[in-house]
């Protein structure tokens, strides 16, 4: 049972609202990643992390926005919310192993948005 | 930037061995191969990972040749539970030189009755 919470699971807001979905995870892993994946399609790295105070863009553009003050802890938040974020968001992390060994992948159970 | 392809989707009967390969040209040197099952509303779930040769665990087997540049998940024996996705990983190196994890396409494997 992997330790990696989000917080909300569904979330159904309107256009314009400020939102953040929140990831926890209790295994202290430095590396942490969000992804964003659509009904059907494949996963899209959206921001990552490898510890505290370090956050990085992944290849897909998004207006969202991370931060990582303390190791279990990397919410992702959208300042102005539009239907185009309307998806579902899964946050994973991982321990650091050797160069290349990139380990197991633990992932939330992920939060639905859908923006009105 | 590595990148993996694989086979956009699979059928098989109850009961066959599947087996789904995954072509990763550009894999570096220190780079491992990670497998992950998806099922519909969840996140992935890792399956299965190695750096050469045949890995096996209780669920599946992966092989991976020589020169690296693919490599094989088998599942042995699949029932209709093993309906999902099946994502093949192996990080890559951004422009700005980070370490990145990207997922590609993952093959869509349904298993008939």
């Known amino acids: 049972e992997a330790d990696i919470y989000q917080t909300p699971r569904y979330l159904v807001i309107g256009t314009g609202k400020k939102i953040t979905l929140e990831c926890s995870q209790t295994?202290?892993?430095?590396?942490m990643y969000w992804y964003q994946q659509d009904p059907g399609m494949e996963l899209h790295l959206i921001h990552y992390?490898?510890?505290?105070?370090?956050?990085e863009k992944g290849d897909l553009s998004s207006e969202s926005t991370v931060s990582r003050i303390r190791t279990e802890h990397f919410p992702l938040t959208l300042e102005s919310a539009r239907p185009s974020h309307t998806s579902q968001y899964l946050c994973?992390?991982?321990?650091?192993?050797?160069?290349?060994?990139?380990?197991?992948?633990?992932f939330g159970e992920g939060s639905r948005l859908t923006v009105l | 930037l590595a990148k993996t392809t694989q086979p956009i989707s699979m059928d098989s009967y109850e009961g066959q061995e599947v087996n789904i390969t995954c072509s990763h040209n550009?894999?570096?040197?220190?780079?491992?191969i990670t497998w992950y099952q998806q099922f519909p509303s969840q996140g992935p779930r890792f399956i299965i990972q190695?750096?050469?040769t045949k890995v096996t665990n209780e669920v599946a087997s992966l092989f991976i040749p020589a020169d690296r540049k693919s490599s094989t998940l088998s599942l042995p024996r699949v029932s209709l539970s093993d309906t999902a996705v099946y994502y093949c990983?192996?990080?890559?190196?951004?422009?700005?030189?980070?370490?990145?994890?990207?997922f590609g396409k993952g093959t869509k494997l349904s298993v008939i009755p």
């Open positions: 994973a992390s991982r321990p650091f192993l050797d160069r290349g060994n990139t380990g197991e992948l633990f």
């Open positions: 295994m202290g892993h430095d590396k």
């Open positions: 992390s490898y510890g505290v105070n370090s956050t």
């Open positions: 550009n894999i570096a040197t220190n780079d491992y």
């Open positions: 190695g750096y050469k």
């Open positions: 990983l192996v990080g890559s190196y951004s422009g700005a030189g980070s370490y990145q994890l990207t």
